[in-house]
């Protein structure tokens, strides 16, 4: 069932045709216009709420930019509305913070993901917790592959997808507190790489729809974790036959 | 800390040492299907045979391999995997029965299921990390299984595994009190496009990700000779990959 507004998906506020089946999806609406600088011939489709959407190209392919805005509750709307209007393939781009000790390495440039714990509220919602959260591993092999290319080193691993930042960043403060540093302390023994709040959602919402998707963190410079993602899609709409 | 049998530097549950176990480990649950598995390796010998867990060790391509039977069931696969890890083996590939879950026409149309992650249905795991976290196969485990079926032209599906305690909550939901409980999630688990249920597969990957160790599974529903042929080209290839790193 379709929720509609004018022929439009409910919060995006897009149609069928408004995107490409190639989507970006950072948190943060400002964001997407830093990321539409790198597609050609980029035109804002819509902005409501915290979905903000670019359209443009990439050598030639129809691909978009949106928001989800913070946490697993706004992603989970934007990638569900996205599907009904035909994205299949998803690269979450964003900022993380550092878990696992080999994730504090100066010289990294960021984490490709994976999987996630599902360290949050939303994805309860559509399959019980013992359900995994993951990418797809083609998306993941693309990512790993246009980061090699240029240069780049990105870690590879988990990530941690929580609800609250302030939990993580000032876990005292909150009457919780002992469970979430006990927690804290699982995931570094779980070799977790980083901690961000939207993965968890993409991953279990893709593989219920059969879509695909993974996600690149950043930690040095987001131009280049931008152009690594524009680059994985490259190479993936080569694999797909959208290039010839 | 290793639990050691007394006076020896064996492994407490599966009796073995480092040197017994190449870095490659097969990984059936049932002790007797090791002996067929290690028909398909060159020298093979008889390693060690303990409770559940049943070892041969010998080549492929002239590098060491090793089968382990897990036992069925994450509690005893989660005692072998650890105790192969303490001794040197540091890739898994789960070999093993399944039924489908996606659909019954499944086990008519695939020849079985490749397994990318685990749904982590059973109470082993929660002992080692919190629920949340993700019970994840290697992706490179994963490329070479399905580089390999499609050089032999197998038709594997690639998708999420149940890893449940209770078999015959499965096969007979109605039989246990708690049947409602278990055809809902059942349900669940089919809308999550789940391609298989089978009993080992969460603590192999849970406990490869936190050892950071390499695990996959490939299940079948029908020919286990071919099951068996693809993750032996697999670890071929694997082999191939690892000595140019």
């Avoid at 489709?45 to 990439?58: D, I, M, P, Q, S």
């Amino acid at each position: 069932m379709a929720i509609l507004e004018d022929g439009l998906q409910y919060h995006i506020r897009m149609k069928e045709g408004d995107v490409g089946r190639y989507v970006f999806l950072p948190g943060d609406p400002f964001r997407t216009d830093l990321i539409a600088r790198f597609l050609d011939d980029a035109k804002l489709v819509a902005h409501n709420r915290e979905h903000k959407t670019w359209t443009g190209y990439l050598d030639g392919v129809k691909v978009s930019v949106t928001s989800t805005g913070m946490g697993c509750p706004s992603a989970a709307i934007c990638i569900e509305e996205l599907i009904k209007i035909g994205a299949d393939t998803f690269i979450r781009i964003g900022t993380a913070g550092r878990v696992a000790p080999e994730s504090y390495d100066e010289n990294l440039d960021g984490i490709i993901c994976t999987a996630a714990v599902r360290d949050e509220g939303t994805t309860v919602h559509y399959i019980p917790i013992e359900y995994p959260a993951v990418a797809d591993r083609h998306v993941v092999d693309a990512l790993a592959r246009a980061a090699k290319a240029r240069g780049l080193n990105y870690l590879e691993g988990i990530t941690q997808s929580k609800d609250s930042f302030y939990g993580q960043h000032e876990p005292d403060n909150m009457p919780a507190a002992a469970r979430l540093h006990e927690r804290w302390n699982a995931w570094i023994k779980g070799n977790v790489l980083c901690s961000e709040m939207e993965s968890s959602a993409l991953f279990v919402i893709s593989s219920i729809r059969k879509v695909r998707a993974a996600a690149i963190m950043n930690f040095k410079n987001m131009d280049d974790t931008i152009q690594v993602a524009c680059d994985a899609v490259r190479l993936l709409a080569r694999e797909d036959g959208e290039i010839e």
